[in-house]
């Protein structure tokens, strides 16, 4: 069952305020995310990645890098952090884009392919967030330096310890879906071409084995998504 929100998303009132920054601060862990950005840049001037920014952050971003629209992997939540953000978002004048992915699992074959019918719409600079920026965001990343025609080296760099995320996790599933790629084709077909039309989510299931010990790392003492 889904935790129930006491306060109005609109942060019209004080007391609506204070309860979303308590809710994310203790409930979403925000508190470790007022010292720690997760931040980096997928494509200078045009494409950022972060962890889910707090409204002082998501000022500093947009002042520093001229953000004109977020895409929020965590999709619309019922949780302090989401009301936060895009209240600030609002106030901003950034556009806010809710397009949920997985960390665990295979990757949607219509979501990769609705991101790359939206991508080139998109007012740039845009930020790209997660929770913890790790896993979603680094996905995510990877595939837009696909859609750039950047290598697949490139783009599975985005998919990095340094970021936190661990391919030795369930999360590893991630990196699998871009060797399954490259097992396939050699880098030599459309990527876009092999979502549509080889990509099967089952088959990749059933290629990744799962590390039990990152697992319960990311899971249980992180509490990743």
Same mark, same amino acid.
């Given at each position: 069952?889904?935790?129930?929100?006491?306060?109005?998303?609109?942060?019209?009132?004080?007391?609506?305020?204070?309860?979303?920054?308590?809710?994310?601060?203790?409930?979403?862990?925000?508190?470790?995310?007022?010292?720690?950005?997760?931040?980096?840049?997928?494509?200078?001037?045009?494409?950022?990645?972060?962890?889910?920014?707090?409204?002082?952050?998501?000022?500093?971003?947009?002042?520093?890098?001229?953000?004109?629209?977020?895409?929020?992997?965590?999709?619309?939540?019922?949780?302090?952090?989401?009301?936060?953000?895009?209240?600030?978002?609002?106030?901003?004048?950034?556009?806010?884009?809710?397009?949920?992915?997985?960390?665990?699992?295979?990757?949607?074959?219509?979501?990769?392919?609705?991101?790359?019918?939206?991508?080139?719409?998109?007012?740039?600079?845009?930020?790209?967030?997660?929770?913890?920026?790790?896993?979603?965001?680094?996905?995510?990343?990877?595939?837009?330096? &696909?859609? $750039?025609?950047?290598?697949?080296? =490139?783009?599975? %760099?985005?998919?990095?310890? #340094?970021?936190? *995320?661990?391919?030795?996790?369930?999360?590893?599933?991630?990196?699998?879906?871009?060797?399954?790629?490259?097992?396939?084709?050699?880098?030599?077909?459309?990527?876009?071409?092999?979502?549509?039309?080889?990509?099967?989510?089952?088959? &990749?299931? $059933?290629?990744?084995?799962?590390? =039990?010990?990152? %697992?319960?790392?990311?899971? #249980?003492?992180? *509490?990743?998504?």
């Amino acid at each position: 069952m889904s935790k129930k929100i006491s306060f109005d998303p609109s942060l019209i009132r004080f007391s609506d305020h204070f309860k979303a920054w308590l809710d994310s601060l203790f409930i979403d862990h925000s508190i470790f995310r007022l010292v720690w950005t997760n931040f980096n840049t997928v494509i200078p001037n045009k494409v950022y990645r972060c962890n889910h920014p707090t409204p002082s952050r998501l000022r500093k971003f947009s002042q520093k890098y001229h953000i004109k629209t977020i895409v929020n992997l965590r999709g619309q939540r019922d949780c302090g952090s989401d009301a936060l953000s895009r209240n600030a978002a609002k106030q901003l004048g950034i556009t806010q884009l809710d397009l949920p992915f997985e960390s665990r699992g295979a990757p949607h074959k219509d979501r990769i392919l609705n991101l790359a019918a939206i991508y080139p719409t998109l007012e740039f600079p845009i930020l790209i967030h997660c929770k913890s920026g790790a896993d979603r965001a680094g996905l995510v990343s990877a595939l837009i330096m &696909l859609f $750039e025609h950047k290598t697949i080296e =490139k783009a599975i %760099s985005q998919l990095s310890w #340094k970021y936190g *995320h661990f391919k030795q996790a369930k999360t590893g599933i991630l990196d699998q879906f871009f060797v399954y790629y490259f097992q396939e084709t050699h880098g030599k077909s459309n990527f876009l071409t092999w979502v549509q039309h080889h990509y099967h989510e089952d088959a &990749l299931r $059933e290629q990744f084995k799962a590390k =039990k010990t990152f %697992s319960f790392i990311t899971d #249980k003492i992180l *509490h990743r998504e």
